[in-house]
């Protein structure tokens, strides 16, 4: 199982973190594997592009782990609750038995 934690402070996003496999299929071929992996990795880099913010990040397989040290701009903060709202997505689709969405305060 796939689990994203996204971490917020009193309402604003300070990162997020993606650990794990969906095991759905073998690897190369997990649909869902693959939709965590384009929300999260798309988020991060459209973070630092687009929206100009500086983003702390580390990806290795099976984890991903993002900060955003300076906090985020108002851009950030959409890209994010569009990511967010993606991973529900992906969560209700598969009944939750694939991927564990988690929210932290910090």
Do not use: W
């Amino acid at each position: 199982m796939i689990t994203v934690t996204i971490r917020r402070r009193k309402g604003e996003y300070t990162g997020f973190s993606s650990e794990g496999h969906a095991d759905y299929a073998d690897e190369g071929y997990d649909i869902f594997c693959a939709a965590v992996s384009v929300l999260t990795v798309n988020t991060v880099n459209a973070i630092e592009r687009i929206a100009g913010d500086r983003v702390e990040d580390h990806s290795e397989s099976g984890l991903v782990t993002c900060k955003f040290p300076d906090g985020l701009s108002h851009d950030g903060t959409v890209l994010m609750e569009a990511m967010v709202q993606g991973l529900q997505s992906i969560a209700e689709t598969s009944g939750k038995s694939y991927l564990r969405l988690r929210f932290e305060e910090v």
